[in-house]
């Protein structure tokens, strides 16, 4: 039975990291790996700053810090300056070892004040950086997996990550359907070289903080200034479909998949009005109409999504709890949208199609050949939502963002 390490969790308050990590190892039932030895990694992010990769100079130029040395030598990294000055500082050492050293290696260190911090080892893509040197190939597997976990909000949010690195390796998981980006570079140079490139599916299934979600501040830039498969050189068969060995002229990469998060409030919205689902009169009862409606904030229109089984997901109302539903689970088109008690029923069940440019035909598990629509592509504000066979117009396509 082949284990991953699940669930790193940070505590942050406003942005700051304000207590360490812990993990469990479980085996992962949920995955199809890929690679005769070797499981990708599922992780959280929820790194929300970079110290350092925002100034001309790289990670080496950090008083205190070099990478000739072992993180765990004076010379290394050391007490009292540098990122051991600094919650920004401390922070990023965080992520920084996590990625480096296994799960069973910590480092511990002491801030101006004398305050020792111990730093959990993880994921482990450069375990001889403990005691000695990290080379280019060191700093490179280090900058990747540091990258691949930024989230400019802070927000913890799970990841599926591939990667040449026998720490991470390939595979593919049906809990994460959607390949967010690739992560590359070298952020141990002068100066620092932070880069990303676009996944297949960047922006399907968005989540907060993350690639396609209008990231502000994020340390990293897109050099391809689009898909990394038109830039990047994939991972050998049989792992051609899970990631990239190559990109710009780096030699390991991180790729990510993702998928939407159920502790995140989304709102689904219309392609041809903007408009946004809304259950009408701000209901809790069942059977009230799932309408259209400029977004406001309300909470009758901020939607918890939640992944059932590969390729379907429950839509749950922030304000009355009930899930999204067609109406007796009818085949009819013309069916209204309503907002029932979730009772299992596949009218409750919903799946994308990618339509292009983030959009979505969203459709009942009970009939997958229809759409959700606005009938005759309406524009008026409280217009309900009903069940329709599948045509392609503007009025059948929608797309799932964070509600912020």
Not at 191 to 200: I, M, S, V
Request: hydrophobic share 30%; with cysteine; glycine share 12%.
């Amino acid at each position: 039975m082949r284990t991953v390490l699940r669930d790193w969790r940070v505590l942050l308050v406003g942005g700051a990291l304000l207590a360490g990590c812990s993990a469990a190892e479980t085996t992962d039932e949920g995955s199809e790996l890929g690679g005769a030895e070797q499981a990708a990694f599922n992780s959280v992010n929820g790194f929300n700053s970079v110290n350092g990769l925002n100034s001309v100079n790289g990670f080496n130029s950090v008083n205190g810090f070099n990478s000739v040395n072992g993180l765990n030598s004076v010379n290394g990294l050391a007490d009292g300056v540098g990122f051991m000055s600094s919650t920004a500082g401390r922070s990023t050492l965080t992520y920084l070892v996590r990625c480096a050293l296994p799960s069973n290696r910590s480092i511990t260190k002491k801030d101006q004040n004398g305050v020792s911090y111990t730093f959990q080892g993880q994921i482990g893509v450069a375990p001889t950086w403990e005691t000695g040197a990290c080379d280019s190939q060191c700093q490179e597997h280090v900058s990747a997996c540091l990258l691949a976990h930024v989230n400019t909000t802070g927000k913890n949010i799970n990841l599926y990550l591939d990667g040449d690195s026998p720490a991470i390796g390939w595979g593919h998981s049906t809990d994460f359907p959607y390949q967010e980006g690739s992560f590359f570079g070298n952020v141990f140079q002068s100066p620092p070289k932070a880069y990303f490139c676009n996944g297949k599916d960047f922006d399907q299934g968005v989540v907060p903080g993350r690639l396609g979600a209008g990231q502000v501040g994020a340390p990293y830039t897109n050099p391809t200034s689009g898909y990394c498969a038109n830039a990047c050189t994939k991972a050998d068969i049989p792992n051609n479909n899970d990631g990239y060995k190559a990109c710009q002229g780096f030699n390991h990469v991180v790729t990510v998949w993702r998928n939407f998060d159920p502790n995140t409030d989304y709102k689904v919205c219309a392609r041809h009005s903007g408009q946004c689902l809304d259950v009408q009169n701000v209901s809790t009862a069942d059977g009230a109409y799932v309408t259209q409606y400029p977004f406001y904030g309300g909470a009758n229109q901020k939607w918890r999504i939640t992944q059932v089984s590969p390729g379907k997901y429950t839509f749950k109302n922030v304000n009355s709890g009930k899930l999204l539903d067609v109406y007796g689970g009818s085949q009819s088109n013309g069916t209204k949208a309503v907002q029932w008690t979730a009772n299992g029923g596949t009218n409750q069940q919903w799946s994308f199609t990618p339509t292009g440019d983030g959009y979505y035909k969203f459709s009942a598990a009970s009939r997958p050949s229809s759409t959700l629509e606005l009938s005759n592509g309406t524009t008026a504000s409280g217009s309900v939502v009903q069940q329709w066979d599948w045509t392609g117009t503007a009025w059948q396509q929608w797309n799932i963002t964070p509600a912020n």
